[in-house]
């Protein structure tokens, strides 16, 4: 039987892993994308059974990737597509069909929504238990701590890069990168941390309070997160110093 075929799109490392783990570990094939333009490029060479596509990235959208993959002539630009997003306005969803896309699915992801959507528009099983947990409640621990320690990593990098988006000026960019940070914590279960971030995601688009004391808060935030992420990965049996380090290399990756 042939294996149903799935591209994530996400500009997030992490969560482009987790959803990709997941899916292979139910017997999909999958394949990733990083941007946009390499969705529309990947769906005009592969043919897809389903597009997982990330609804706010840098660059590209995936609004915008959406409406150019349905451009590309025949079954390959009528492959279905749901979009991935923590905005769940009518707005958003207004524009995501007019789009073309087929469904979406809210952040954080739960494990009973992958397997609907997957299942309805791809044709396959997602997870094994389809409940309503995080995703990375389910993953081994070799997988868990290599997913951990690459947040960590990117975590740390984002609310810096954050930070001198907002102390220079650059609203569009802290509201992309608290968007980025928003979702990767959520669906690692690290729901405070998504909080806040969505709180200043919210307020750069001129729909909440000042940012200065909510990067304050995110910071502190931040450092309660890495001692909670850190004992949990203290307690994993494959969280050696040296996978931490490397987080998500492919060489380390592809020993996992």
């Known amino acids: 039987m042939r294996r149903t075929r799935i591209l994530v799109v996400d500009?997030?490392?992490?969560?482009r892993t987790l959803l990709a783990t997941l899916l292979e570990s139910a017997g999909c094939k999958v394949d990733e994308a990083a941007s946009g333009r390499e969705a529309v490029d990947g769906v005009r060479l592969l043919p897809y059974d389903l597009v997982l596509m990330d609804v706010q990235m840098p660059g590209m959208s995936g609004i915008e990737a959406a409406a150019a993959i349905r451009a590309i002539d025949g079954r390959r630009g009528a492959v279905p597509?749901?979009?991935?997003s923590g905005d769940d306005s009518e707005e958003l969803e207004a524009r995501c069909r007019a789009a073309g896309m087929n469904d979406r699915l809210a952040k954080p992801i739960s494990?009973?929504?992958?397997?609907?959507v997957?299942?309805?528009?791809?044709?396959?099983?997602?997870?094994?238990?389809?409940g309503p947990g995080s995703l990375a409640?389910?993953?081994p621990p070799r997988t868990l701590a290599l997913l951990l320690g690459a947040f960590r990593q990117d975590a740390t990098r984002r609310v810096a890069?954050?930070?001198?988006?907002?102390n220079g000026g650059e609203r569009s960019r802290a509201q992309d990168l608290?968007?980025?940070?928003a979702g990767a914590a959520a669906n690692l279960g690290f729901a405070e941390l998504g909080r806040v971030a969505r709180l200043i995601e919210t307020a750069c688009a001129g729909r909440g309070g000042p940012e200065d004391g909510l990067l304050a808060e995110l910071r502190r935030t931040l450092d309660e997160t890495i001692s909670a992420l850190d004992?949990?990965?203290?307690?994993?049996?494959?969280?050696?110093?040296e996978l931490l380090q490397d987080g998500l290399s492919a060489e380390t990756w592809r020993k996992a």
């Open 118 to 130: 997957v299942e309805k528009w791809g044709g396959a099983a997602a997870s094994r238990d389809g």
């Open 11 to 15: 500009d997030n490392r992490v969560n």
């Open 231 to 241: 004992r949990r990965l203290a307690a994993l049996p494959d969280a050696s110093t």
């Open 178 to 181: 608290a968007h980025d940070l």
């Open 137 to 139: 409640a389910g993953l």
């Open 111 to 116: 494990a009973g929504a992958l397997q609907r």
């Open 161 to 166: 890069e954050l930070g001198e988006a907002l």
């Open 81 to 84: 597509i749901v979009g991935i």
